[in-house]
């Protein structure tokens, strides 16, 4: 297996620029999260899917962020416009549905800088 | 939501067994225990998880006293590729009902290992 797949490893970008940063998750597992990661906040749940439906978005910041899922091995958190407090390591991590031990499946991460 | 409290930082040396504790004084009923460790740039990964008494694995032992109000994670004989960042994690892990949103990430407790 592949794991979590993140896409792009590094983006540098300037203010007001659009971000998308891209996920595929591990085939059959059900739920999908976005966390976001820096050194004043530590790791910050974004927003969380449940076959593709969000569940819970609580953790989006703001109206510039906005997150998708438009099928089972796919996500997309886009940042519109980008600001340069949203620099950050984004993950994205995938779990399967059945009751077992909740484990988290990290990708390595999008490490975001924007100027 | 149950908090968690562990040390910030901890120091050893090559070959020796490292315990950090994790404090949770409002543990639930329904809730379980589950540690993960972050290498730099890197996602957190899964190293163990129990309910109560202890838990062993290739990696480490989780050990759980019985009012679980803390537990401690032991790594056996450390090398320097255990120098990471170890997070203590507290929550019921029924996803499906909504448990995730208990799961919380600390500060972690950062461990370097010296030769």
């Known amino acids: 297996d592949a794991g979590v797949i993140q896409s792009p490893r590094h983006e540098v970008t300037e203010m007001g620029q659009e971000v998308t940063l891209r996920c595929k998750p591990i085939?059959?597992?059900?739920?999908l999260f976005w966390y976001r990661q820096t050194m004043m906040r530590g790791l910050e749940l974004l927003i969380y899917?449940?076959?593709?439906?969000?569940?819970?978005d609580s953790g989006m910041p703001e109206d510039r962020f906005s997150a998708k899922m438009p099928n089972a091995s796919f996500s997309t958190l886009k940042i519109q416009p980008s600001e340069p407090r949203d620099s950050a390591v984004y993950f994205c991590?995938?779990?399967?549905?059945?009751?077992?031990?909740?484990?988290?499946?990290f990708g390595e991460g999008s490490r975001l800088t924007v100027l | 939501l149950a908090k968690t409290t562990q040390p910030i930082s901890m120091d050893s040396y090559e070959g020796q067994e490292v315990n950090i504790t994790c404090s949770h004084n409002?543990?639930?009923?329904?809730?379980?225990i589950t540690w993960y460790q972050q290498f730099p740039s890197q996602g957190p990964r899964f190293i163990i998880q129990?309910?109560?008494t202890k838990v062993t694995n290739e990696v480490a032992s989780l050990f759980i006293p019985a009012d679980r109000k803390s537990s401690t994670l032991s790594l056996p004989r450390v090398s320097l590729s255990d120098t990471a960042v170890y997070y203590c994690?507290?929550?019921?892990?029924?996803?499906?009902?909504?448990?995730?949103?208990?799961?919380?990430f600390g500060a972690g407790t950062r461990l370097a290992v010296h030769p």
């Open positions: 991590a995938s779990s399967p549905r059945d009751r077992g031990t909740g484990e988290l499946f």
């Open positions: 085939s059959g597992h059900d739920y």
């Open positions: 899917f449940n076959n593709n439906v969000p569940i819970d």
């Open positions: 409002n543990i639930a009923t329904n809730d379980y």
């Open positions: 129990g309910y109560k």
């Open positions: 994690l507290v929550g019921d892990i029924d996803w499906f009902s909504g448990g995730y949103n208990k799961l919380i």
